[in-house]
């Protein structure tokens, strides 16, 4: 991580990769990264036919961001719908949600977690492999 000016910028090379079998997550900003307290911020990349299970954040909101490819986002157990590039998804605090790529690529996902939290929870997902900053997944 390089403090700039006020801020502070970070690289992927910066911070670990939580990897699944259904793809990976870098955490960009979250206490233990920037300090950040009131949000934690990255990027998934959701393998093709990959995705998570149902789940929940008691106690945060979660906004999901698609940068590229294409999916199924269910929200409060209704109906899956379609996602693609640009769409955004709220996620408010406790309610249960999956994410699935329905496309031939990766879906890549900006993901804000308010307030900080969330984010450690991911670790502890039975399957997730911790890698140190700057080691890349292997691939299949």
Known sequence: MQ???AGFIT?????ETL????????????PQVTGAQRHSFGMA???PGGGHER???PG?????YVVSGQGEQMVDDQPPVQIGPGDCVFIPDGI????????G?????LIIYAPAGPEQMLRDIPGCRVLAPGETPPTA
């Open 45 to 47: 990349e959701v393998l």
């Open 105 to 109: 690529e990766p879906m890549r996902l």
């Open 60 to 64: 945060a909101e979660e906004i999901i």
């Open 55 to 57: 789940h929940n954040h």
């Open 11 to 15: 690289t992927n090379a910066d911070v």
């Open 96 to 103: 249960y949600h999956s994410t699935l790529n329905t496309g």
């Open 19 to 30: 990897a699944f079998d259904w793809g990976t997550v870098r955490m960009l900003s979250e």
């Open 3 to 5: 403090k700039l000016g």
